[in-house]
């Protein structure tokens, strides 16, 4: 079943040890929306600037990634972000950000072909903007958001609004426990399952990640990759990898979550293998179930 | 097939969130061989003092850990630990240690019922001592050893003849980055390989472990706990009953692998739900296998 992203098409530029890119592709929902595109029909919600270049929207519909919602405001620009990685690359520091285009307040323009579609997947973007997106399709069968710090510290009182209005949750550790105060993952997913959400999946880095609801628990451990040249992206890659396999299932049972998780943690590791999307623009679906069956086998 | 293990036996106060106990049962040795015992013949080798409580032999034994290799020095000290846990219990700091009887020159006597034992685990002891042990028994089938920053910074040298002489090491990770200088933990493995032994098995606490031999993978999460009372013994408990798996299997297959890290997890976290062996002591193998069953289905 189809999915829609909303979330941010962006110019990042990267410093890791192993190099550095000016004016990349990046974008929290170039990420998500391009690694759901591996798993079901993928449509894309955002806004650039008049800067913006058209190979890089060529990009995202090689892999048949929908960019009808994606406007463009000629006389503004497009959203910027550069960063640095330091040592494990687990360390990285923000130099300068400039949402431009993409504000807090921005409401996204929803085309009509978008508006039933059944599953939502709120990327990286201000709880303003989700909820503006929710008011103005009909009800999804299941929507998922991201959030981060930005939006805890500074929205407080938006995001606890928009956590009413969603399925599911996809935060890092870090995010869990500022939201809530609690260090165990286990007693920060509990209480954020107060807040609304029905599951919660806590992403660790390095250490893999958890899917947690009411009743159930499903724990899935990173991929071991001594091969990670740009961590940009990962966590967007992966939440849109999780949506998309959801999407393609259909459904939240025990496998269907499990297979979610897989599949996410492996599209993760693709994307970190090269610089923006340099290396997940050639990754194919059968490069990903490849990985999905090694990974397998490695588990206990 | 039998289990030697060769490892401290000792008083711990301990500190936690959740209470106190003063000079209660611990040691590495101890949780280990305990650990052990729920999967194999287990026999422990180690020094006490003439201070040393009967019933805590008599808590060993009520599990059938064999121990007649645990030397009693009337006119000494059993070694002595105290430690405070803070916040998440991820943190802890040293009070203070005495060595006493168990010094870093500690050679043990070896019984002679003990010296065709086919798996062999040398606990968190000195390399002086392990090397010690090693020489005075027949060639075992498997040996593995732990160690510690106190040996990796103070006694680098009888550290790495030791591991010339292991088939095994088990760190956490901690240790992999201080004894390698290599943070991620595949390239840490990859140069423990290097000095040695054919495998490492690394700890990552909350995180889980992995297995890493030249050309083989294997990873475990975490058991997800809301309920950690004393991580005391945690490390050496998961040592344990890794061990006391593979000793049980009889081979290092992949299945017998998966098999021993699941089961070291398993027990681990039952182990940290009392203080010292207050919960540990009444663990009995179904309850163990059981909580295996569900861990297996909340795993990818």
Redesign the interface.
Same mark, same amino acid.
């Given at each position: 079943m189809p999915l829609l992203t909303i979330g941010s098409a962006a110019y990042d530029t990267l410093e890791t040890p192993f190099g550095f890119r000016e004016r990349s592709l990046g974008g929290s929902g170039v990420y998500a929306s391009f690694a759901a595109s591996f798993f079901t029909e993928s449509r894309l919600i955002g806004v650039v600037g008049g800067d913006w270049k058209p190979e890089y929207s060529g990009l995202l519909r090689s892999r048949g990634v929908d960019l009808e919602g994606l406007e463009t405001r000629e006389n503004e620009k497009t959203t910027y972000w550069s960063g640095r990685y330091f040592?494990?690359m687990n360390q990285r520091e923000t130099l300068l950000f400039e949402g431009n285009v993409m504000s807090e307040t921005y409401i996204p323009i929803v085309p009509d072909s978008y508006k039933n579609t059944p599953y939502v997947f709120l990327g990286n973007g201000s709880p303003v903007t989700d909820v503006a997106l929710l008011d103005s399709i009909a009800k999804p069968k299941l929507v998922v958001a991201d959030t981060m710090d930005f939006y805890i510290n500074g929205m407080k009182k938006e995001l606890l609004d928009l956590l009413t209005k969603i399925d599911g949750l996809i935060v890092n550790d870090g995010e869990a426990t500022l939201l809530t105060g609690e260090?165990?993952?286990?007693?920060a997913a509990k209480k954020i399952l107060e807040l609304g959400p029905k599951f919660v999946v806590i992403k =660790?880095g390095e250490?893999?990640a958890?899917y947690i609801s009411e009743n159930?628990?499903?724990?899935?451990?990173a991929y071991?990759?001594?091969n990670v040249v740009d961590p940009t992206g990962a966590g967007d890659a992966f939440a849109g990898a999780f949506m998309g396999s959801l999407a393609e299932s259909g459904d939240l049972s025990a496998e269907s979550v499990?297979?979610a998780?897989?599949y996410a943690t492996v599209v993760a590791s693709l994307n970190v293998e090269g610089f923006s999307l340099e290396r997940f623009q050639f990754v194919t679906r059968a490069e990903i179930d490849k990985r999905a069956a090694e990974f =397998?086998k490695?588990?206990?």
């Amino acid at each position: 079943m189809p999915l829609l992203t909303i979330g941010s098409a962006a110019y990042d530029t990267l410093e890791t040890p192993f190099g550095f890119r000016e004016r990349s592709l990046g974008g929290s929902g170039v990420y998500a929306s391009f690694a759901a595109s591996f798993f079901t029909e993928s449509r894309l919600i955002g806004v650039v600037g008049g800067d913006w270049k058209p190979e890089y929207s060529g990009l995202l519909r090689s892999r048949g990634v929908d960019l009808e919602g994606l406007e463009t405001r000629e006389n503004e620009k497009t959203t910027y972000w550069s960063g640095r990685y330091f040592d494990d690359m687990n360390q990285r520091e923000t130099l300068l950000f400039e949402g431009n285009v993409m504000s807090e307040t921005y409401i996204p323009i929803v085309p009509d072909s978008y508006k039933n579609t059944p599953y939502v997947f709120l990327g990286n973007g201000s709880p303003v903007t989700d909820v503006a997106l929710l008011d103005s399709i009909a009800k999804p069968k299941l929507v998922v958001a991201d959030t981060m710090d930005f939006y805890i510290n500074g929205m407080k009182k938006e995001l606890l609004d928009l956590l009413t209005k969603i399925d599911g949750l996809i935060v890092n550790d870090g995010e869990a426990t500022l939201l809530t105060g609690e260090r165990n993952f286990l007693f920060a997913a509990k209480k954020i399952l107060e807040l609304g959400p029905k599951f919660v999946v806590i992403k =660790r880095g390095e250490y893999g990640a958890s899917y947690i609801s009411e009743n159930e628990i499903y724990l899935v451990p990173a991929y071991p990759t001594m091969n990670v040249v740009d961590p940009t992206g990962a966590g967007d890659a992966f939440a849109g990898a999780f949506m998309g396999s959801l999407a393609e299932s259909g459904d939240l049972s025990a496998e269907s979550v499990k297979t979610a998780l897989l599949y996410a943690t492996v599209v993760a590791s693709l994307n970190v293998e090269g610089f923006s999307l340099e290396r997940f623009q050639f990754v194919t679906r059968a490069e990903i179930d490849k990985r999905a069956a090694e990974f =397998r086998k490695i588990l206990v």
